[in-house]
């Protein structure tokens, strides 16, 4: 499944190993899923560790690659203006250009959308409980 992660929860893996946003990523890693990601979204991330976290600039440098390599690289064509936040609409339109099935978010805003062209925004939990392998079992 393609997805997009919510800057917050790239912020969580990074800042709280062992957590569920750190599970998530592992899931990219481990090839269950594939993570989509665009320059605006690892410029959100770098800018709150900046302003929240105090970090060098050669962690931030290792942070962006790592984001870089872990997903594929999306540029996306069109901007969007569903939400009054700016950063969401980035997310947006990340998913939108890279045709992701899913946006996890802990955003109540973005959340309270549901789905926006075919794309499920869902919770992490949701994230993390959905089925595995694409087929349910029958009893």
């Known amino acids: 499944m ?6 917050n929860i790239l912020i969580a893996a990074l800042l709280f190993p062992g957590g569920r946003a750190e599970a998530a990523v592992a899931n990219i890693l481990d090839g269950v899923d594939d993570l989509l990601i665009s320059r605006p979204i690892i410029q959100e991330v770098l800018s709150v560790l ?3 976290f105090s970090r ?3 962690e931030f440098s290792r942070v962006a690659v790592v984001l870089g390599e872990m997903g594929e690289l999306v540029e996306p064509s069109r901007r969007l203006s569903v939400f009054r936040d700016e950063p969401d609409n980035r997310i947006l339109e990340c998913a939108v250009e890279g045709e992701a099935e899913a946006i996890v978010t ?11 062209e075919g794309i499920r925004l869902i919770t992490l939990a949701d994230y993390l409980g959905k089925p595995r392998g694409g087929k349910k079992r029958r009893p």
């Open 106 to 116: 802990g955003d109540k805003t973005m959340l309270a959308v549901g789905e926006y």
């Open 56 to 58: 060098d600039k050669e």
């Open 2 to 7: 393609k997805v997009v992660f919510d800057s």
């Open 50 to 52: 900046a302003t929240k």
